[in-house]
C-alpha cells in the first residue's frame, strides 16, 4: 500500500467528476408546469371523464377514440355521467382547450413527449 | 438437522410464493365486489342523426353535368377536405377529378364516340369497390374496406407510405403527398385535419359528413347530378335510378366492381 496517498485522491477525484452534474445543477430543476385551462374549460369543471383519469391516461384515450371513429364508425362518446361528447380531437378536446401552448405542449414540452397529433389535426381551431 | 432444515425452508419459501401469487387475484375479487353499483363504463355509439346503408354507392348522371357545375363539386370536395393545391404535376393530389370519357372508359373503345360523350366531363373518384385490390395490397391495413356499408376507407395514422395501394389501384384514385400540404392548401377548413408528408389520401365517401347525417359534398354541390344511396336496398333512390337507366361502371372487367354508376 505504497500508492495509497495517489489512490484516494485518484478516486476522490473521480467521485467529484462523475457527480458533478448532479451538484452543478442542485435546486435548478425545471418546476413542473401547472396547465392552464381556459375559461371555457374552468366553466365546464369536468372533462370527458374524471381530471384524473385525463391526466394519466389521455393518450389512451384518444388512442381508442382514433380507432373507433375511423374504422368503427362510431362518433360519439357517452361517459359514465350519460353526457354525450362528438369525439374529435380538433372539434372537441381544442374547443375547451383552445390554448394548446400553455394546456398540451406546457407538460409535453417538460415530459419531452413529442406526439405527432398536430402534423395533421389543426391545432386551434378557432384562434388560428 | 440438514434435510429438516431444507424441507422448512421450501416449506416457507413454497407458501410465500403463493400469497405473493394469490394477492393480485384476491385484490381483483375485493374490488369487483366492491365496484357492484358504481357508473357504468364509458361507451361509444354511433350518432342518430347518422345515415347508414349496408353498401354506399353512387350513380352520376354525366348528362346534367357541365364544366361549371364540375368545377363547383371538385371545388366544395377539396375545400371541405383541405386538399392541397398543388401546381407541380406528379406532387397532385386529387380526390375527385374531371376528365374525358376516353380515359375514364378506356375499357369501352368505341371508334366513333357520340359528340356529346367524346367531349363531356366526366367526374371521377374513388370507387369504393366491393372487391377493392388497393385493399389487398395494404401491408399495415391502413386502408380497408368498412364491413358495415361498404366505405373503402383511409386510416392515415397507419398508412407507411408504402404506395402499394396506389399501385394496386386501376382508377387512379390515390395520391401521395410527396410534399408537406400545409402550405399549398387556400382555403383552410379548421374542422378537418390536413394530411401530413408520405401518406396516401383519397376520397372517403364523405364518412364523416354521413355520420352527421349530412350526404356527400359533391352530391349536395351537384344540382342533382349525383345521386347517392344504398345499392343494398332494392327501394333506395340509387336502385330506382339504376332500373331506369343504363348505367356503365369503370374497368368493369377487371371484377373490383366498383360502387360508382355512370348513366351515359
Known amino acids: 500500500m505504497n500508492d495509497k496517498g495517489k489512490i484516494v485522491t485518484g478516486l476522490v477525484i473521480f467521485i467529484a467528476l462523475v457527480t458533478f452534474p448532479f451538484w452543478y445543477n442542485l435546486g435548478k430543476a425545471a418546476p413542473v408546469p401547472e396547465a392552464k385551462l381556459t375559461d371555457k374549460a374552468k366553466a365546464a ?23 373507433t371513429v375511423v374504422r368503427d364508425g362510431r362518433s360519439v362518446y357517452v361517459n359514465e355521467n350519460g353526457q354525450s361528447f362528438k369525439m374529435s380531437l380538433s372539434n372537441t378536446c381544442l374547443d375547451c382547450h383552445s ?28 384562434e388560428n | 438437522m440438514m434435510e429438516n432444515s431444507r424441507r422448512n425452508f421450501l416449506k416457507v419459501a413454497g407458501a410465500a410464493a403463493l400469497a405473493v401469487g394469490a394477492k393480485p387475484v384476491v385484490d381483483a375479487v375485493a374490488a369487483s365486489a366492491g365496484t357492484g353499483h358504481a357508473a357504468p363504463e364509458p ?18 348522371n354525366v348528362g346534367k353535368l357541365d364544366h361549371k357545375t364540375v ?27 374531371e376528365t374525358e370519357f376516353k380515359h375514364a372508359f378506356p375499357s369501352n373503345p368505341n371508334k366513333y364516340l357520340s359528340e356529346k360523350l367524346e ?23 391502413a386502408t380497408f374496406k368498412r364491413e358495415t356499408d361498404g366505405v373503402v376507407m383511409m386510416d392515415y395514422h397507419r398508412c407507411i407510405g408504402c404506395r402499394f395501394c396506389m399501385a394496386a389501384c386501376p382508377f387512379g384514385a390515390r395520391s401521395f403527398n410527396f410534399v408537406d400540404p400545409r402550405p399549398h392548401i387556400k382555403t383552410l377548413n379548421k374542422q378537418y385535419p390536413t394530411r401530413m408528408k408520405g401518406v396516401v389520401e383519397k376520397c372517403t365517401f364523405c364518412v364523416e359528413r354521413l355520420a352527421e347525417g349530412k350526404l356527400p359534398a359533391c352530391v349536395e354541390a351537384s344540382e342533382g347530378a349525383i345521386a347517392f344511396g344504398d345499392l343494398d336496398d332494392p327501394e333506395s333512390n340509387v336502385r330506382k335510378l339504376l332500373k331506369e337507366h343504363f348505367t356503365i361502371r369503370r374497368k368493369e372487367a377487371l371484377g373490383t366492381e366498383p360502387s360508382v354508376y355512370y348513366i351515359v
Not at chain 1, 394548446?100 to 395533421?120: G, L, Q
Not at chain 2, 371545388?75 to 404535376?89: E, G, L, R
Request: hydrophobic share 40%.
Open chain 1, 99 to 126: 390554448n394548446k401552448k400553455e394546456f398540451c405542449d406546457a407538460c409535453h414540452n417538460y415530459a419531452s413527449a413529442r406526439p405527432y397529433c398536430w402534423d395533421c389535426h389543426i391545432e386551434n381551431p378557432k
Open chain 1, 45 to 67: 369543471k369536468v372533462c370527458v371523464r374524471p381530471t384524473a383519469y385525463m391526466k394519466a391516461e389521455h393518450m389512451q384515450l384518444l388512442d381508442v377514440w382514433r380507432d
Open chain 2, 119 to 141: 367531349h363531356a366531363p366526366i367526374l371521377v373518384l374513388c370507387n369504393h369497390c366491393e372487391n377493392p385490390p388497393c385493399v389487398r395490397a395494404c401491408p399495415t391495413k
Open chain 2, 71 to 97: 368545377e363547383a363539386v371538385v371545388a366544395a370536395c377539396h375545400v371541405t377536405y383541405n386538399v392541397p393545391d398543388i401546381a407541380f404535376k406528379r406532387h397532385e393530389i386529387k380526390w375527385i377529378w
Open chain 2, 43 to 60: 361507451v361509444a355509439i354511433k350518432d342518430k342523426e347518422a345515415l347508414t346503408a349496408k353498401n354506399w354507392g353512387m350513380v352520376i
